[in-house]
């Protein structure tokens, strides 16, 4: 049997909104259309949110570090904390976002398939689904797997 794992993923959450032109962050924020309702998951401190309520958007967040919840909640219209992996159904109606981000979490997620397939349900007809995942095909990445080095960071 396979053992679980826990984590403290504070370190996870310390992200922020990063500006440049070809980071994901900044791709995912210019496709997203002004006063659209977002679905964020894995909302981390809300630096997300923080840029896209400048656009007139309702975010609303999903975050499993509780102490991220409570930074996001000053950017996000509500926050749900709880861990997307076990959470079933949400208190919104059938198509009630347009947009729906997984930046940088489906990776983290034992069966990205089944959260990716109970989403579906709240993305409207014409809306989008925005994902991002890290890049390990990257050349520094590569080389660092070749040498037998492959150490975490803080953040990412």
Known sequence: MREKFYFDIDVVSKQEFNPWPHSPTYKAYRLIKPNSRVLDIGCAYGYMARELKKKGCEVIGIELDSKACEKAKDYCVHVINADIETLRSLPFSS??????????????????????????????STGRLIVSVPNIARFEYRLKLLLGNFAFSDTG
């Open 95 to 124: 198509g009630f976002f347009d947009y729906i981000l997984c930046l940088d979490c489906l990776e983290h997620l034992n069966r990205p398939d089944l959260v990716l397939n109970n989403l579906h349900l709240y993305l409207s």
